[in-house]
Nanobody
Framework: QVQLVESGGGLVQAGGSLRLSCAAS????????MGWYRQAPGKQRELVAT???????NYADSVKGRFTISRPNTQNTVYLQMSSLKPDDTAVYYC???????????WGQGTQVTVSS
């Protein structure tokens, strides 16, 4: 099994920055990618950003140019640097890990990000 522990959420004013962290432990052999999704009240969970084991990144259009996902030195920790935050970014942010072995997909417990106007 894999455990994902997130940290770094909180309350910030519009235009501010936050950095989320997600530490993975357990059997991550065959890692394909790690990433972040978010879910706002009354909305479906949506992709924010992902990074493959080879370092290829993918971002939702709504966060391109403002958010940066990273996994330094292929550590078992992934970061999401969020800048120029908007009230629409308010959501619970979930870390995810996907691997070759089954079960393939794991989720963290979520961390709340609230952006005030």
């Amino acid at each position: 099994q894999v455990q994902l522990v997130e940290s770094g959420g909180g309350l910030v004013q519009a235009g501010g920055s936050l950095r989320l962290s997600c530490a993975a432990s357990g059997s991550i052999f065959g890692l394909l990618y790690m990433g972040w999704y978010r879910q706002a009240p009354g909305k479906q969970r949506e992709l924010v950003a992902t990074i493959t084991n080879g370092g290829t990144t993918n971002y939702a259009d709504s966060v391109k140019g403002r958010f940066t996902i990273s996994r330094p030195n292929t550590q078992n920790t992934v970061y999401l640097q969020m800048s120029s935050l908007k009230p629409d970014d308010t959501a619970v942010y979930y870390c995810t890990l996907n691997r070759v072995l089954r079960p393939q997909t794991f989720w963290g417990q979520g961390t709340q990000v609230t952006v005030s106007s």
